[in-house]
């Protein structure tokens, strides 16, 4: 089992480019998560998806956008890259059948000059 | 949302000694996890205890529900046990999960 995994682990982008960070995992859960993290500070959510087809706007969403592809893909997309999204963003998922504990993929750390 | 205070911020430990970190919660959760954040970012969970105590190895975790607090303690510590550790709650998987801001843990030889 890879766990969850994340696409890229580094990006560096232009300001107004685009681009959008992969996650899969599999371990057949049902909810997947994003959130960035900043320096000296603890993780904050962007989106999450409790489930295939649904998604919801967590603490941070402005910027982003996130698809639920299928159970074992969540991606985000930021359509017009800021300065202010430079940050390690980092993908999980959770299933309630197994006590809804949360595992956490290795993060994407984005430069955006 | 939820307010996760966790104390104390920074802490340099003696290789051996023991430590206590405290998390609090504003509200109610009834999903609580702690993590270790390593110096390579990665986040690795060490314990998902809503409720109770729960031991593995040097490490253990308390949680009182009814008083929205959480503590994880570390004996006897290591180098390796050098990084961040962070508490998160939530209420109900799929929902929002919060994050204090975490402890910096220094242990030196």
């Known amino acids: 089992n890879a766990g969850v995994t994340q696409t890229p682990k580094f990006q560096v982008l232009k300001t107004g480019q685009s681009m959008t960070l992969q996650c899969a995992q599999d371990?057949?859960?049902?909810?997947m998560y994003w959130y960035r993290q900043d320096p000296g500070m603890g993780l904050r959510l962007i989106y999450y998806?409790?489930?295939?087809?649904?998604?919801d706007k967590g603490e941070v969403p402005n910027g982003y956008n996130v698809s639920r592809l299928n159970k074992r893909e969540f991606s985000l997309r930021l359509e017009s890259a800021a300065p202010s999204q430079t940050s390690v963003y980092f993908c999980?998922?959770?299933?309630?059948?197994?006590?809804?504990?949360?595992?956490f993929g290795p993060g994407t750390r984005l430069t955006v000059l | 949302g939820i307010q996760v205070e966790q104390s104390p911020p920074d802490l340099i430990l003696q290789e051996g000694a023991n430590s206590t970190l405290r998390c609090n919660f504003s509200?109610?959760?009834?999903?609580l996890q702690w993590f270790h954040q390593n110096p390579w970012g990665q986040l690795i969970n060490l314990f998902y205890?809503?409720?109770g105590t729960k031991q593995n190895g040097r490490l253990s975790a308390t949680t009182v529900a009814t008083e929205r607090y959480s503590l994880l303690y570390i004996s006897s510590s290591q180098t390796t046990d050098s990084g961040v550790y962070f508490c998160?709650?939530?209420?109900?998987?799929?929902?929002?999960?919060?994050f204090g801001t975490g402890t910096s843990l220094t242990v030196i030889p």
């Open positions: 205890i809503p409720s």
């Open positions: 998806s409790a489930s295939e087809g649904t998604t």
């Open positions: 371990m057949n859960h049902n909810s």
């Open positions: 998160a709650g939530g209420l109900n998987t799929g929902n929002q999960f919060y």
């Open positions: 999980a998922s959770s299933s309630p059948g197994l006590g809804n504990e949360q595992f």
């Open positions: 509200d109610s959760v009834n999903n």
